[in-house]
Structures are given as structure tokens and as C-alpha cells.
T-cell receptor, first 111, second 116 residues
């Protein structure tokens, strides 16, 4: 059974700090990795995707992938209160269009 | 494109009643997914379609749940009879076929179902 694990949190960080969100997955055949942000009462929206080992940066967001250790992380630099949301990790097996989601980590950025 | 459109946004119904949730995927997307989200279990895949054909419904919790996709622009998820434990947010999502599977899933706004 494919599993995607995330710490449910909440993770509380002060404004301006770096927030670090982690995700582990069980299926070694996983090839595509996604981070979605979900505000309360809203639908998930994609913020980052990563497919190769290493780091991928997009503005204040950096996704990190380590396939050998089967984890993917998301760093949010200069955290803002507007970043307060639940962050969902999603993983796709190679050749599959079906994302499997973790339960999400709640992030709270306090002023 | 307006994105994935779901209706209704909210549904309150009495136990035992039939509930029908509707979804219009993004035009041109080949895959359609129905997810259910609860605090306890997170986002669970119920069923997905490829080119209007149901491929995997192993996530459908019981025979009370059924889904159809009569054409490329419309899908329904039906619960009959509904029970209080079906209360959740139901999301429809779609994604296009691509040369790789590195495609993003686009979500509708969800239907918040409350069964009393």
C-alpha cells in the first residue's frame, strides 16, 4: 500500500522565519512529487512540483527531494501570516497520473 | 477556462436521502478524480476516470456510493442512502494526459456535505 506521511502539526513559526515541512513516502517507484497549499475552507492548489533529486527554488519556496531516503520537503523563507494554511504532499508512482496525498501539515505564521 | 466546477457548494440532507454531487472538469483533461476529505483520513481517492471510463473504484467505501461520467464534460457522484458518516468535503479534480505523468491535478471548490 502506498503511503505518504506528514506530521499533522500545527507547525508554528514567527513571521520572517523559515518554515520547514517534511513528507516521507513508502513507494520506491514514486517519480513525481507535489506540494499543495490549502487554505481553510478552500480547495488545494499547487505551489511546487519536483521530479529530480536535489533542490528546486521558486521565489520564497524551495522543494527538496531525496529519493534514496524517500523524503521530500518544502522550505518557506521569510514566512508571512498569509502562508498560514495546510500543506499537502502528493506523490505519483512512475507512469501513473494518480496522486496519493498525505494528510497535510498545518502551518501557522504568527506576527 | 473557468477551472473545475462543482455543484452544489454545500449540501445538507437527512439520513437516508439520496445525494448527487456534480462536477465539470477542465476542457481537454483526460483524467477525472473524486476525492473525499475528512479531518480523520485526509484526502482519500474514491474513484477515477480516464476518457470517461471508470478505471479504479477501489476507494469507494460502500455500494451506497456510485459514480458516472456520461461524457467528457460531466461527472456525478451519488450516495444512496446517505448516512451521517458520509459527512465530508468531496472534491473533484482533473488532469490532462501528457508526454510524462508530471501533470498537476486541478481541484474544484468542493462540496461540503452534511448528513443529519
Amino acid at each position: 500500500q502506498k503511503e505518504v506521511e506528514q506530521n499533522s502539526g500545527p507547525l508554528s513559526v514567527p513571521e520572517g522565519a523559515i518554515a520547514s515541512l517534511n513528507c516521507t513516502y513508502s513507494d520506491r517507484g514514486s517519480q513525481s512529487f507535489f506540494w499543495y497549499r490549502q487554505y481553510s475552507g478552500k480547495s488545494p492548489e499547487l505551489i511546487m512540483s519536483i521530479y529530480s533529486n536535489g533542490d528546486k527554488e521558486d521565489g520564497r519556496f524551495t522543494a527538496q527531494l531525496n529519493k534514496a531516503s524517500q523524503y521530500v520537503s518544502l522550505l518557506i523563507r521569510d514566512s508571512q501570516p498569509s502562508d498560514s494554511a495546510t500543506y499537502l504532499c502528493a506523490v505519483k508512482q512512475g507512469g501513473s497520473y494518480i496522486p496519493t496525498f498525505g494528510r497535510g501539515t498545518s502551518l501557522i505564521v504568527h506576527p | 477556462d473557468a477551472g473545475v466546477i462543482q455543484s452544489p457548494r454545500h449540501e445538507v440532507t437527512e439520513m437516508g436521502q439520496e445525494v448527487t454531487l456534480r462536477c465539470k472538469p477542465i476542457s481537454g483533461h483526460d483524467y477525472l478524480f473524486w476525492y473525499r476529505q475528512t479531518m480523520m483520513r485526509g484526502l482519500e481517492l474514491l474513484i477515477y476516470f480516464n476518457n470517461n471510463v471508470p478505471i479504479d473504484d477501489s476507494g469507494m467505501p460502500e455500494d451506497r456510493f456510485s459514480a458516472k461520467m456520461p461524457n467528457a464534460s460531466f461527472s456525478t457522484l451519488k450516495i444512496q442512502p446517505s448516512e451521517p458518516r458520509d459527512s465530508a468535503v468531496y472534491f473533484c479534480a482533473s488532469t490532462p494526459w501528457g508526454r510524462t505523468t508530471n501533470t498537476e491535478a486541478f481541484f474544484g471548490q468542493g462540496t461540503r456535505l452534511t448528513v443529519v
